[in-house]
């Protein structure tokens, strides 16, 4: 497994994720755009377009990684992250089992897992994954129907979970992500509040 995984967020501790809805950009642009920002590590999250344009997408968006010095992670497409060399892949609960990830990806990807419950995040310190994400922590427009965490279930899963880097993601903004770093979260991950004006 990758030992790299936090140090990859740097000092900001952000994890940003792309949205082409919400930035209105193409994937390759918002990762120029987040490494203009001093982040180091993106996570490519892609729900609309078919396998071939997204591949398309992905490929052009490693390009632009490699040259600014950012690792690109691929949301839940273990496919596409083998087949362009990517610097490691998120899984959902319903994605391919991480065990079966890191055969394919190898020992130095980065791997994560979401998790939703407090038995979830327990279950995942067992597997080959170098961090979870726990959430979503407030109500968000990007998981809807989902019950919030919130921070007390933040710091119960952080309790549980020992040393695993723990991200914190869903609904997170600049006014709320303070008290996430404080409550146990390694990271936060945001989507909607980067390309919010």
């Known amino acids: ?62 390009r632009v990684g490699r040259e600014c010095g950012v690792k690109i992670i691929i949301n839940d497409r273990v496919d596409i992250a083998l087949a362009l060399n990517a610097d490691g892949v998120h899984l959902g609960q319903d994605d391919m089992p991480p065990e079966a990830a890191r055969r ?42 989902s019950s919030p965490v919130g921070l007390e279930g933040l710091r119960v899963v952080r309790k549980a979970v020992g040393n695993m880097p723990l991200i914190a993601i869903g609904g997170i903004n600049a006014a709320n992500h303070q008290a996430l770093l404080d409550s146990g979260a390694d990271g936060v991950a945001v989507i909607s509040d980067l390309w919010t004006p």
Request: hydrophobic fraction near 40%; proline fraction near 6%; glycine fraction near 8%.
């Open 1 to 62: 497994m990758s030992f790299s995984f936090l140090d990859s967020l740097g000092e900001s501790r952000l994890y940003p994720l792309t949205d082409r809805g919400i930035s209105g950009l193409p994937h390759d642009a918002q990762v120029l755009s987040l490494s203009a920002r001093g982040v180091s590590l993106v996570q490519l999250r892609e729900k609309t377009l078919s396998t071939r344009d997204f591949y398309q997408e992905a490929a052009s968006a490693i």
């Open 104 to 145: 394919l990806l190898g020992p130095a990807a980065i791997i994560g897992i979401s998790t939703h419950t407090l038995e979830q995040a327990k279950q995942a310190v067992e597997l080959p994954v170098d961090y979870l994400a726990i959430g979503p922590l407030f109500p968000t427009l990007t998981k809807e129907g």
